[in-house]
């Protein structure tokens, strides 16, 4: 995944898709930073949400704790 992809997947249980916006830390323990074409609410009580545009899950070299599944065509 490069800067500017545009990704689709997963983040606590809810479908999004963004953009890459960011990387920092070693490759094999990186975390993303994604811009979600729609506010997705990132706290998991029922009683009280949190809607961003903007996250930065943690991720590794083989799978994202965000669960990006795909890539998305920019056509």
Partial sequence: ?????RVRGQYLGQS???Q???YSGAANHR???IRFNSPVDVV???SFSNLRRRSKPRSTNTATHVGISQMVDHG
Avoid: A, T
Avoid at 1 to 5: G, I, Q, V
């Fill in 1 to 5: 995944m490069d800067l500017s992809d």
């Fill in 16 to 18: 999004f898709i963004g």
């Fill in 20 to 22: 890459i916006i960011g």
């Fill in 31 to 33: 975390q993303i930073s």
């Fill in 44 to 46: 998991r009580f029922e």
